[in-house]
């Protein structure tokens, strides 16, 4: 009896665990687009290195995360104001969004501590262009084509009086440059190189080394129930140690 009795005890244990898991769920949107291999959608399921490594962390605080894909102004200015949505991941810092977002302490740095990733933007030309990009911005070949998600250096370019073509992702972006031959078009350097994997684009363009610009990228929170300051530290801790952990980072990355 005695045995049966501390076999339930241990099953009840177990069930109300799992059941204060289920509880424990952030929502978390990420933007409606296709930016292989940081944040995509598959099979209707959120993909990507910054999906995974969020996953990770909250997994650290036996938290899940349930992950809503849609337009990042959808996701800001409706299910935020409505209370819809604990957090949002791959967003930089921007100031305008910061009475609506918790960032670490450093997000204003050139390097957060407490980023997903850092991730790097570079220049493209046609393959045949002889231009040589070495910093000087105005000299850019024009139109300059970058997807309207790189608000940052969209911000950038509008800072510095150039005029930039917004196209709706980095594939179109490539797509046009293509086509047409001239210009110039800014993506990540990782999305430059898997769009040198596809057929349609292999060899057909060329990354200049000098970098546009270089950006952490962060798992942000908004002023909800579900979390406090003292949650979004340790979890921006947890992520630290997830990037710095060199097996973790070498097996998620062999998935891409």
């Known amino acids: 009896m005695k045995m049966m009795t501390k076999l339930y005890f241990v099953f009840l244990i177990s069930v109300m665990s ?6 424990n769920t952030l929502k978390i949107c990420i933007d409606d ?18 999906v995974e490594i969020t996953k990770a962390a909250l997994a650290h605080n036996k938290i899940d995360a349930k992950f809503l894909v849609m337009p990042m102004k959808r ?6 104001r409505q209370g819809k949505v604990d957090a949002v991941i791959g ?3 921007d100031k305008t969004l910061a009475n609506k977002l918790h960032y670490p302490d450093d997000a204003q ?12 933007f570079n220049l493209v030309t046609p393959v045949q262009s002889t231009y040589d990009f070495s910093g000087q911005f105005q000299t850019i070949p024009r139109p300059i084509r970058i997807p309207k998600a790189y608000s940052k250096i969209i911000q950038k370019m509008n800072a510095k009086n150039i005029p930039v073509e917004i196209s709706k992702q980095d594939e179109s972006s490539f797509y046009k440059l293509i086509r047409d031959n001239s210009g110039s078009l800014i993506t990540s ?10 057929e349609k684009f292999h060899d057909k363009f060329i990354v200049h080394p000098y970098p546009i610009a270089s950006l952490s990228y962060f798992l942000a929170f908004f002023d909800t129930k579900a979390t406090s300051p ?27």
Request: aromatic share 18%.
């Open 91 to 93: 967003v930089p810092f």
């Open 75 to 80: 996701c800001i200015n409706v299910f935020a």
């Open 33 to 50: 687009r296709e930016w292989y291999p940081f944040i995509y959608h598959q099979d209707g399921k959120a993909k990507g290195l910054f």
């Open 109 to 120: 740095s050139n390097t957060s501590r407490w980023r997903l990733m850092q991730i790097d």
């Open 230 to 256: 003292a949650l979004h530290q340790k979890i921006w801790m947890n992520i630290e140690y997830l990037r710095n952990d060199y097996v973790f980072m070498l097996q998620l990355l062999s998935e891409y």
């Open 18 to 23: 799992a059941a204060c898991w289920a509880d």
């Open 189 to 198: 350097s990782i999305m430059a190189v898997h769009q040198d994997e596809t």
